[in-house]
Protein backbone atom coordinates (compact mmCIF):
# COMPACT_ATOMS: atom_id res chain seq x y z
CA UNK A 1 0.00 0.00 0.00
CA UNK A 2 1.54 3.53 -0.76
CA UNK A 3 0.97 5.76 1.69
CA UNK A 4 2.68 9.57 0.88
CA UNK A 5 3.41 11.83 3.94
CA UNK A 6 0.83 14.38 1.93
CA UNK A 7 -1.93 13.46 -0.95
CA UNK A 8 -2.72 16.80 -2.57
CA UNK A 9 -4.59 15.31 -5.43
CA UNK A 10 -6.74 13.56 -3.47
CA UNK A 11 -7.76 17.03 -1.89
CA UNK A 12 -8.04 18.66 -5.19
CA UNK A 13 -10.39 15.73 -6.54
CA UNK A 14 -12.70 17.08 -3.53
CA UNK A 15 -12.98 20.64 -5.15
CA UNK A 16 -11.65 20.97 -8.63
CA UNK A 17 -15.39 22.28 -9.82
CA UNK A 18 -14.71 24.79 -7.09
CA UNK A 19 -11.14 25.61 -7.34
CA UNK A 20 -11.75 25.95 -11.56
CA UNK A 21 -14.60 28.36 -10.98
CA UNK A 22 -12.92 30.49 -9.30
CA UNK A 23 -9.65 30.68 -10.86
CA UNK A 24 -11.81 31.27 -14.39
CA UNK A 25 -13.69 34.22 -12.61
CA UNK A 26 -9.86 35.75 -12.18
CA UNK A 27 -9.22 35.21 -15.74
CA UNK A 28 -12.14 36.51 -17.10
CA UNK A 29 -11.78 39.72 -15.11
CA UNK A 30 -8.05 39.80 -15.67
CA UNK A 31 -7.91 41.31 -12.13
CA UNK A 32 -4.67 39.74 -11.69
CA UNK A 33 -3.12 42.37 -9.00
CA UNK A 34 -4.96 43.30 -5.46
CA UNK A 35 -8.71 43.53 -6.24
CA UNK A 36 -11.66 41.70 -4.99
CA UNK A 37 -10.57 38.18 -4.67
CA UNK A 38 -7.54 39.85 -2.61
CA UNK A 39 -10.35 41.81 -0.58
CA UNK A 40 -12.47 38.95 0.10
CA UNK A 41 -9.59 37.32 1.22
CA UNK A 42 -8.54 39.15 4.14
CA UNK A 43 -11.91 39.60 5.23
CA UNK A 44 -12.79 36.07 5.20
CA UNK A 45 -9.19 35.30 6.68
CA UNK A 46 -9.88 37.89 9.34
CA UNK A 47 -13.18 36.34 10.16
CA UNK A 48 -11.98 33.00 10.59
CA UNK A 49 -9.26 33.82 12.51
CA UNK A 50 -11.32 36.24 15.11
CA UNK A 51 -9.03 39.49 13.93
CA UNK A 52 -9.61 42.71 13.05
CA UNK A 53 -7.68 43.30 10.58
CA UNK A 54 -5.71 40.83 7.43
CA UNK A 55 -3.34 41.88 4.97
CA UNK A 56 -2.51 39.45 2.42
CA UNK A 57 0.83 38.90 1.04
CA UNK A 58 3.20 36.87 -1.23
CA UNK A 59 4.10 34.28 1.10
CA UNK A 60 4.80 33.02 4.99
CA UNK A 61 8.01 34.67 5.05
CA UNK A 62 7.31 37.64 3.52
CA UNK A 63 4.56 38.03 6.47
CA UNK A 64 7.33 37.54 8.76
CA UNK A 65 9.71 40.50 6.93
CA UNK A 66 6.57 42.82 6.66
CA UNK A 67 6.05 42.37 10.28
CA UNK A 68 9.33 42.97 11.06
CA UNK A 69 9.96 45.76 8.89
CA UNK A 70 6.42 47.43 10.22
CA UNK A 71 8.18 47.82 13.41
CA UNK A 72 11.20 49.03 11.79
CA UNK A 73 12.91 46.32 12.98
CA UNK A 74 16.84 46.04 11.75
CA UNK A 75 20.52 46.60 12.80
CA UNK A 76 20.99 46.86 16.41
CA UNK A 77 18.08 44.85 17.47
CA UNK A 78 17.43 41.52 18.64
CA UNK A 79 14.36 39.08 17.99
CA UNK A 80 13.95 36.11 20.37
CA UNK A 81 12.89 33.24 18.90
CA UNK A 82 12.78 29.28 18.12
CA UNK A 83 15.94 27.73 16.50
CA UNK A 84 13.24 24.64 15.85
CA UNK A 85 11.52 25.91 12.93
CA UNK A 86 11.56 26.32 9.41
CA UNK A 87 13.96 28.81 8.53
CA UNK A 88 12.11 31.34 7.53
CA UNK A 89 11.39 32.40 11.47
CA UNK A 90 15.08 33.40 12.35
CA UNK A 91 15.80 34.17 8.37
CA UNK A 92 13.48 36.98 8.21
CA UNK A 93 15.11 38.44 11.24
CA UNK A 94 18.74 38.31 9.72
CA UNK A 95 17.49 39.39 6.62
CA UNK A 96 16.84 42.81 7.74
CA UNK A 97 20.27 43.18 9.76
CA UNK A 98 18.50 42.49 13.48
CA UNK A 99 19.99 39.28 15.34
CA UNK A 100 18.27 36.24 15.83
CA UNK A 101 18.50 35.24 19.85
CA UNK A 102 17.20 31.67 19.79
CA UNK A 103 15.21 30.58 23.03
CA UNK A 104 15.12 26.42 23.56
CA UNK A 105 12.34 24.67 23.21
CA UNK A 106 9.54 22.69 25.04
CA UNK A 107 10.11 19.04 24.30
CA UNK A 108 6.51 18.37 24.61
CA UNK A 109 4.94 20.52 22.45
CA UNK A 110 8.29 21.60 20.35
CA UNK A 111 7.31 25.13 21.07
CA UNK A 112 9.76 27.87 22.58
CA UNK A 113 9.98 27.48 26.08
CA UNK A 114 8.81 30.78 27.57
CA UNK A 115 10.42 30.04 31.30
CA UNK A 116 13.73 30.38 28.98
CA UNK A 117 13.00 33.86 27.34
CA UNK A 118 13.79 35.88 30.34
CA UNK A 119 17.37 35.53 30.63
CA UNK A 120 18.10 36.25 27.31
CA UNK A 121 16.41 39.37 27.40
CA UNK A 122 18.87 42.31 26.48
CA UNK A 123 18.10 46.00 26.27
CA UNK A 124 18.62 45.48 22.40
CA UNK A 125 15.56 42.93 22.56
CA UNK A 126 13.00 44.41 20.31
CA UNK A 127 10.11 41.39 19.39
CA UNK A 128 9.41 37.78 20.44
CA UNK A 129 8.35 35.67 17.77
CA UNK A 130 7.01 32.28 19.08
CA UNK A 131 6.23 29.88 16.61
CA UNK A 132 3.41 27.68 16.90
CA UNK A 133 5.13 24.66 15.45
CA UNK A 134 3.20 21.59 13.66
CA UNK A 135 -0.30 22.79 14.77
CA UNK A 136 -0.29 23.62 18.24
CA UNK A 137 0.49 27.41 19.97
CA UNK A 138 3.15 27.87 22.14
CA UNK A 139 2.18 28.89 25.58
CA UNK A 140 1.59 32.46 24.69
CA UNK A 141 0.18 33.47 28.35
CA UNK A 142 3.65 33.92 30.18
CA UNK A 143 5.68 35.39 26.78
CA UNK A 144 2.50 37.76 25.80
CA UNK A 145 2.99 38.79 29.64
CA UNK A 146 6.74 39.10 29.32
CA UNK A 147 6.19 41.17 26.22
CA UNK A 148 3.53 43.46 27.37
CA UNK A 149 6.06 44.17 30.75
CA UNK A 150 8.87 45.08 28.98
CA UNK A 151 7.09 46.69 26.01
CA UNK A 152 8.12 44.23 23.44
CA UNK A 153 6.15 43.34 20.04
CA UNK A 154 4.71 39.59 19.54
CA UNK A 155 4.96 38.25 16.07
CA UNK A 156 3.33 34.68 15.90
CA UNK A 157 4.78 32.74 13.27
CA UNK A 158 1.58 31.07 12.78
CA UNK A 159 2.35 29.61 9.22
CA UNK A 160 1.47 25.81 11.05
CA UNK A 161 -1.47 26.45 12.52
CA UNK A 162 -4.40 28.65 10.91
CA UNK A 163 -7.28 27.68 13.11
CA UNK A 164 -5.36 26.83 16.24
CA UNK A 165 -6.48 27.60 19.60
CA UNK A 166 -4.86 29.10 22.53
CA UNK A 167 -7.44 29.63 25.51
CA UNK A 168 -10.35 29.74 22.58
CA UNK A 169 -8.30 32.23 21.31
CA UNK A 170 -7.22 31.36 17.81
CA UNK A 171 -3.52 31.76 16.19
CA UNK A 172 -2.29 35.04 14.82
CA UNK A 173 -4.99 36.83 17.08
CA UNK A 174 -2.71 37.24 20.36
CA UNK A 175 0.26 38.98 19.52
CA UNK A 176 0.92 42.04 17.92
CA UNK A 177 1.20 40.07 14.62
CA UNK A 178 0.14 36.51 13.36
CA UNK A 179 1.94 35.57 10.23
CA UNK A 180 -0.01 32.79 7.97
CA UNK A 181 1.21 31.04 5.05
CA UNK A 182 -0.45 29.39 1.62
CA UNK A 183 2.25 27.17 1.02
CA UNK A 184 0.90 24.20 -0.21
CA UNK A 185 1.56 22.21 2.41
CA UNK A 186 0.57 23.56 5.22
CA UNK A 187 -3.23 23.27 6.41
CA UNK A 188 -4.46 26.29 3.97
CA UNK A 189 -2.71 26.26 0.88
CA UNK A 190 -2.78 27.59 -2.24
CA UNK A 191 -1.53 26.87 -5.68
CA UNK A 192 1.36 28.33 -4.95
CA UNK A 193 2.94 30.80 -2.76
CA UNK A 194 1.02 33.37 -0.77
CA UNK A 195 0.64 34.37 3.11
CA UNK A 196 -1.09 36.77 5.33
CA UNK A 197 -0.48 38.99 8.35
CA UNK A 198 -2.94 39.88 10.93
CA UNK A 199 -3.28 42.16 13.14
CA UNK A 200 -5.87 43.87 15.77
CA UNK A 201 -4.60 47.47 15.58
CA UNK A 202 -5.89 49.21 12.44
CA UNK A 203 -2.65 51.79 12.32
CA UNK A 204 -0.64 48.56 11.74
CA UNK A 205 -3.15 47.17 9.25
CA UNK A 206 -2.36 50.34 7.11
CA UNK A 207 1.42 50.49 7.72
CA UNK A 208 1.49 46.88 6.40
CA UNK A 209 -0.63 47.50 3.29
CA UNK A 210 1.45 50.18 2.01
CA UNK A 211 4.88 48.44 2.62
CA UNK A 212 3.40 45.27 0.44
CA UNK A 213 3.19 47.80 -2.31
CA UNK A 214 7.08 49.53 -2.03
CA UNK A 215 5.91 51.66 0.75
CA UNK A 216 3.90 54.42 -1.63
CA UNK A 217 0.93 56.28 -0.53
CA UNK A 218 -0.30 58.10 -2.51
CA UNK A 219 0.68 56.64 -5.67
CA UNK A 220 3.82 57.66 -6.69
CA UNK A 221 4.83 58.92 -3.54
CA UNK A 222 7.20 56.77 -0.88
CA UNK A 223 7.24 57.29 2.58
CA UNK A 224 8.70 54.23 3.51
CA UNK A 225 10.94 51.40 1.66
CA UNK A 226 8.68 48.50 1.48
CA UNK A 227 8.57 46.38 -1.79
CA UNK A 228 6.56 43.92 -3.82
CA UNK A 229 4.97 41.62 -1.72
CA UNK A 230 1.33 41.54 -2.86
CA UNK A 231 -0.50 38.16 -2.23
CA UNK A 232 -2.13 37.38 -5.70
CA UNK A 233 -5.57 37.45 -7.08
CA UNK A 234 -5.61 33.77 -8.41
CA UNK A 235 -4.01 33.05 -5.41
CA UNK A 236 -6.35 34.06 -2.97
CA UNK A 237 -9.28 33.13 -5.47
CA UNK A 238 -7.44 29.43 -4.53
CA UNK A 239 -7.51 30.42 -0.75
CA UNK A 240 -10.70 31.69 -0.45
CA UNK A 241 -12.51 28.46 -2.04
CA UNK A 242 -10.01 26.13 0.26
CA UNK A 243 -11.03 28.25 3.45
CA UNK A 244 -14.92 27.34 3.32
CA UNK A 245 -13.68 23.52 3.44
CA UNK A 246 -10.47 24.31 6.22
CA UNK A 247 -12.47 23.39 9.32
CA UNK A 248 -13.70 19.98 7.85
CA UNK A 249 -10.12 19.27 7.07
CA UNK A 250 -9.19 20.42 10.14
CA UNK A 251 -11.86 18.22 11.91
CA UNK A 252 -10.30 14.85 9.68
CA UNK A 253 -7.10 15.56 10.45
CA UNK A 254 -7.73 15.21 14.02
CA UNK A 255 -9.29 12.39 13.47
CA UNK A 256 -6.48 10.87 11.89
CA UNK A 257 -4.12 12.35 15.09
CA UNK A 258 -6.82 10.54 17.36
CA UNK A 259 -6.98 6.94 15.04
CA UNK A 260 -2.61 7.26 15.69
CA UNK A 261 -2.68 7.81 19.30
CA UNK A 262 -5.24 4.62 19.52
CA UNK A 263 -3.71 2.14 17.31
CA UNK A 264 0.11 2.95 18.28
CA UNK A 265 -1.30 2.81 21.89
CA UNK A 266 -3.49 -0.84 21.43
CA UNK A 267 0.24 -1.91 19.42
CA UNK A 268 2.18 -1.10 22.68
CA UNK A 269 4.24 1.38 20.45
CA UNK A 270 4.04 3.94 22.53
CA UNK A 271 3.90 3.29 26.21
CA UNK A 272 6.62 1.17 25.58
CA UNK A 273 9.66 3.69 25.54
CA UNK A 274 10.16 3.32 21.90
CA UNK A 275 8.05 5.72 20.66
CA UNK A 276 6.34 9.11 22.19
CA UNK A 277 3.28 10.34 20.45
CA UNK A 278 2.17 13.78 19.88
CA UNK A 279 0.51 16.07 22.92
CA UNK A 280 -2.16 18.81 22.61
CA UNK A 281 -1.17 20.85 25.92
CA UNK A 282 -2.13 24.05 25.01
CA UNK A 283 -5.52 24.14 23.34
CA UNK A 284 -6.91 23.22 19.55
CA UNK A 285 -4.38 21.08 17.75
CA UNK A 286 -4.95 21.35 13.92
CA UNK A 287 -2.36 18.87 13.21
CA UNK A 288 -0.37 20.46 10.32
CA UNK A 289 2.21 17.53 11.24
CA UNK A 290 1.73 14.25 13.07
CA UNK A 291 4.82 13.87 15.07
CA UNK A 292 6.36 11.07 17.08
CA UNK A 293 9.69 11.29 18.88
CA UNK A 294 11.23 7.63 17.89
CA UNK A 295 14.14 5.87 19.25
CA UNK A 296 16.29 4.74 15.71
CA UNK A 297 14.40 7.07 14.08
CA UNK A 298 16.34 6.61 10.86
CA UNK A 299 16.14 2.91 10.48
CA UNK A 300 12.21 3.49 10.91
CA UNK A 301 12.02 6.06 8.80
CA UNK A 302 13.89 3.79 6.11
CA UNK A 303 11.73 0.71 7.08
CA UNK A 304 8.44 2.93 6.20
CA UNK A 305 10.00 4.05 3.09
CA UNK A 306 10.51 0.55 1.86
CA UNK A 307 7.06 -0.50 2.69
CA UNK A 308 5.58 3.02 0.48
CA UNK A 309 5.18 4.86 3.46
CA UNK A 310 6.02 8.56 3.07
CA UNK A 311 7.99 10.64 6.47
CA UNK A 312 9.93 13.36 7.14
CA UNK A 313 12.39 14.61 9.64
CA UNK A 314 11.56 18.23 10.59
CA UNK A 315 14.05 19.57 11.09
CA UNK A 316 16.87 17.64 10.82
CA UNK A 317 19.60 20.74 11.99
CA UNK A 318 18.44 23.21 14.29
CA UNK A 319 19.05 26.81 13.45
CA UNK A 320 21.44 27.85 15.87
CA UNK A 321 23.48 25.24 13.79
CA UNK A 322 23.25 26.52 10.27
CA UNK A 323 26.36 27.20 8.51
CA UNK A 324 24.34 30.93 7.42
CA UNK A 325 24.27 31.55 11.81
CA UNK A 326 27.92 30.62 12.59
CA UNK A 327 28.18 34.49 13.17
CA UNK A 328 26.07 34.12 16.02
CA UNK A 329 28.68 31.74 18.04
CA UNK A 330 26.46 28.98 19.33
CA UNK A 331 28.10 25.79 19.94
CA UNK A 332 26.52 21.83 19.97
CA UNK A 333 25.08 21.43 23.17
CA UNK A 334 24.05 25.08 23.47
CA UNK A 335 20.30 24.23 23.25
CA UNK A 336 19.63 20.62 23.93
CA UNK A 337 16.48 20.16 23.70
CA UNK A 338 16.10 21.55 19.68
CA UNK A 339 18.97 19.61 19.27
CA UNK A 340 17.55 16.19 20.84
CA UNK A 341 14.10 17.14 19.03
CA UNK A 342 15.87 17.40 15.56
CA UNK A 343 17.92 13.90 16.22
CA UNK A 344 14.42 12.09 17.01
CA UNK A 345 11.47 13.35 15.52
CA UNK A 346 9.53 12.00 12.90
CA UNK A 347 6.48 12.99 10.66
CA UNK A 348 4.02 10.35 9.89
CA UNK A 349 1.02 10.86 7.48
CA UNK A 350 -1.75 12.78 8.55
CA UNK A 351 -3.35 14.96 5.82
CA UNK A 352 -7.41 14.63 6.17
CA UNK A 353 -7.96 11.96 3.11
CA UNK A 354 -5.78 9.71 4.57
CA UNK A 355 -8.06 6.40 5.18
CA UNK A 356 -8.27 4.26 8.30
CA UNK A 357 -6.69 1.64 5.82
CA UNK A 358 -3.71 3.72 5.57
CA UNK A 359 -3.71 4.04 8.82
CA UNK A 360 -3.20 1.05 10.19
CA UNK A 361 -0.72 0.37 7.56
CA UNK A 362 1.44 2.90 8.82
CA UNK A 363 1.41 1.39 12.30
CA UNK A 364 1.20 -2.56 11.35
CA UNK A 365 4.18 -1.55 9.72
CA UNK A 366 6.15 0.24 12.38
CA UNK A 367 4.45 -2.60 14.77
CA UNK A 368 6.57 -4.78 12.65
CA UNK A 369 9.69 -2.68 12.96
CA UNK A 370 9.92 -2.62 16.60
CA UNK A 371 9.30 -6.18 17.04
CA UNK A 372 12.06 -7.17 14.27
C1 LIG B 1 6.06 27.48 5.96
C2 LIG B 1 6.61 28.25 7.08
C3 LIG B 1 7.11 29.54 6.91
C4 LIG B 1 7.28 30.19 5.57
O1 LIG B 1 6.18 30.20 4.75
P1 LIG B 1 6.38 30.34 3.16
O2 LIG B 1 5.00 30.63 2.70
O3 LIG B 1 6.90 29.03 2.67
O4 LIG B 1 7.29 31.45 2.90
C5 LIG B 1 7.55 30.22 8.03
N1 LIG B 1 7.52 29.67 9.25
C6 LIG B 1 7.06 28.43 9.45
C7 LIG B 1 7.04 27.86 10.83
C8 LIG B 1 6.60 27.67 8.36
O5 LIG B 1 6.19 26.42 8.58
Known amino acids: MNVPLLDLKAQYATIRGEVEAAVREVFESQYFILGPKVKECEEALAAYCGAAHAVGVSSGTDALLLALMAEGIGPGDEVITSPYTFFASAGSVARLGAKPVFVDIDPVTYNLDPARVESVLTPRTRAIMPVHLYGQMADMGPILELARRRGLVTIEDACQSIGAEY ?19 KNLGGAGDGGAVTTQDAARAAKLGVLRVHGMEPKYYHRWVGGNFRLDALQAAVVNVKLRHLDDWTRARQANAARYNLLLREAGI ?20 YIIRAARRDALRAF ?12 PLPLHLQECFAYLGYRQGALPESERAAAETLALPIYPELTDAQASWVVESMAAFYAS
Open 167 to 185: EGRRAGTLGTYGCFSFFPS
Open 304 to 315: LQQRGIGTEVYY
Open 270 to 289: TGSGDVIGPRAITGRHVFNQ
